[in-house]
């Protein structure tokens, strides 16, 4: 009987046991619930609504994350410090709603992000508004405790000013109601809690002070987990169901999306009227334009004759003017080169003298210095004078021949040689020994000079002497030029058989000359170097002495590329006209530069 029974047991132990293995496997092989923590005062991220239950844009994307993975979710709300210590003692399983940080990730491992969180500063109206976090130093704060801004101006050293609240709603209503300063939360969830409370009284003063990556956060070692709910948010990015969840919450931050056809719609029955209304108006506008165009044009012409009369008139004045000054300057320079000469002259007499003086007391000096040591001479250390003293006269000396230089430039612009001879003159020669004068200051100023004399040139009738005064003038201008000695002057002479005339071209490689200043070259006391002495007589009285022969004096120049000076000069074969002849004008091809 016993046997019977321990026999009759084994097999029911038999049947039933593939009954509770099979039974087993189906639960092993069931989905295990999640529990997703969230803050229950986050919205429109996610909050509870009037009947208590989870809803917002997180509770949403969690729910479509689950769906897609196969997932059971179990939501648990609460204060956001509670749900943060819940995370981390393992009674909830993932935060969905969580900022991402540095300091957070040594305990916590995080999802890419599904949204970004900028965060603002709010005041009461009547508060001064500030632009950035610095400016809250010294000033009360409200955070909501454990959140994102907690531990950013916590970092910052804004700890013992900050106030912490359970929740944004709490931080916000505490500042509304005359507490504290100003309140640092994310900038949409305290908008919507502002419309909601009807908290009218505050507005935000500085916007995206702190941007921050919204991400699903797990302890870490739970990457199993957070990688399921990284692979689900991706799958929802595909399928667009995101952007639906996005669009649903937070894309009242953005404008409404309107269609494309609601767009041609309105835009065929308000702007086709329009379009006809602007069509006319398009064609009455361009007829005055033709009409305004056109009378503008006649109103441009007359303006024009207007101004050009103007200037011949003004041109005409200054003519007038001019030739008065310059008679009343002939009278003037006679009486005044008299009487500077006189005492220049005195000056250039003793000057020689007061050197042989010096050079002879100079030995006396000299001695006694050595014997009896330094003295004073003059006001001044003789150590320091018997230097100074042959500077001095030599100074003296050349501004004595260069008072006698201008007083003789200004009397001959100011005479009126009609008693020139007119005896025929070898061009050639008259020139060379023009270079021949002023060989040692070629010599000075370039070691690149050439000189090309042409041969068989006719005779010209007038003075040697004043054509060679002319010469001189323009190789002093150009040697005065050339801005170091690795610079040429290039001095040509040649027959121009067409012209009947004999042309020399000095052509520099100089500085050149302004175009407004190529005019007024030969106007009396111009110069573009008066601070290196020039007088500004030497090219006008050049250019009186070449009119007198019935010649012509031009100047092409172009700055930093050098100058070309073309004198003509009628041959004794044409005769004297009374004018001068044509002559071509010269080429500007070639480097030039004169400085009058």
Same mark, same amino acid.
């Given at each position: 009987?016993?046997?019977?029974?321990?026999?009759?047991?084994m097999c029911l132990v038999c049947l039933l046991l593939p009954i509770f293995g099979e039974g087993a496997e189906?639960?092993? #092989? #069931?989905?295990? *619930? $999640? *529990? $997703?923590?969230g803050d229950r005062d986050y919205p429109p991220y996610e909050f509870l609504d009037k009947d208590g239950q989870p809803t917002g844009y997180n509770v949403d994307l969690t729910r479509a994350i689950a769906d897609v993975m196969g997932m059971k979710v179990q939501f648990r709300f609460g204060g956001w410090s509670e749900m943060r210590n819940a995370l981390l003692n393992g009674s909830v399983g993932v935060l969905q709603g969580i900022s991402y940080s540095e300091e957070r990730t040594r305990t916590l491992s995080f999802s890419p992000p599904h949204t970004i969180i900028n965060h603002a500063i709010f005041a009461r109206k009547d508060?001064?508004?500030?632009? #950035?976090?610095e400016q809250l130093r010294g000033k009360e704060i409200i955070v909501f405790r454990d959140g994102i801004m907690h531990d950013y101006l916590t970092s910052l050293g804004f700890a013992p000013n900050l106030n912490m609240t359970a929740t944004p709603a709490d931080a916000l209503r505490q500042l509304a109601s005359g507490e504290h300063d100003y309140a640092v939360l994310a900038m949409l969830p305290g908008m919507y809690l502002i419309r909601e409370h009807k908290? #009218?009284?505050?507005v935000p003063v500085a916007r995206s002070i702190s941007t921050q990556k919204y991400c699903y956060g797990v302890k870490k070692g739970n990457e199993e987990l957070l990688a399921r709910f990284n692979e689900g948010l991706a799958i929802l990015k595909k399928t667009g169901q995101y952007q639906e969840i996005y669009d649903r919450w937070l894309g009242v931050l953005g404008p409404p999306k309107v269609s494309w056809e609601r767009v041609v719609w309105y835009g065929t029955l308000v702007l086709g009227p329009l379009l006809l209304i602007l069509a006319g108006t398009v064609a009455w506008s361009r007829s005055l334009q033709l009409r305004v165009a056109q009378r503008t044009r006649e109103l441009a012409l007359e303006v024009a004759e207007r101004k050009r009369a103007l200037d011949e008139l003004k041109l005409h004045q200054d003519q007038l003017i001019q030739t008065d000054k310059m008679a009343s300057l002939?009278?003037?320079?006679?009486?005044?080169?008299?009487?500077?000469n006189n005492p220049n002259g005195l000056i250039l007499l003793n000057m020689p003298i007061l050197r042989e003086v010096y050079q002879d007391a100079e030995e006396v000096l000299e001695a006694h210095y050595r014997s009896q040591g330094d003295f004073t001479l003059g006001g001044l250390p003789y150590s320091r004078m018997r230097d100074e003293v042959p500077y001095l006269l030599e100074g003296m000396q050349e501004g004595a021949n260069r008072i006698k230089r201008i007083v003789e430039e200004l009397k001959d612009f100011a005479r009126q040689d009609t008693t020139a001879s007119t005896e025929p003159?070898?061009?050639n020669g008259v020139v060379q020994a023009a270079v021949r004068l002023v060989d040692a200051t070629i010599r000075s100023s370039t070691g690149h000079f050439e000189a090309h004399y042409g041969t068989d040139l006719p005779p010209v009738l007038g003075s040697g002497q004043r054509i060679e005064q002319v010469v001189l003038n323009l190789i002093l201008n150009a040697c005065q030029a050339l801005p170091d000695d690795t610079s040429g002057i290039f001095l040509t002479t040649r027959h121009d058989p067409d012209s009947g005339t004999v042309v020399l071209t000095v052509v520099d490689e100089g500085c050149g000359i302004a175009p407004e200043h190529v005019p007024r070259l030969t106007d009396p006391f111009f110069t573009t170097r008066r601070e290196n002495g020039g007088t500004g007589l030497g090219l006008s009285v050049s250019a009186t002495i070449v009119k007198e022969h019935h010649g012509l004096l031009e100047f092409a120049s172009r700055p930093g590329q050098g100058t070309t000076v073309t004198l003509t000069i009628p041959c004794q074969s044409t005769g004297r006209t009374g004018h001068a002849p044509h002559v071509p004008a010269c080429d500007l091809s070639v480097p030039q530069g004169v400085a009058p």
């Open positions: 009987m016993g046997s019977f029974s321990l026999i009759t047991l189906m639960d092993v #092989s #069931s989905p295990q *619930i $999640v *529990i $997703v923590g508060t001064a508004p500030v632009s #950035s976090i908290l #009218s009284n505050l002939g009278i003037l320079v006679a009486g005044v080169a008299h009487e500077i003159i070898n061009f």
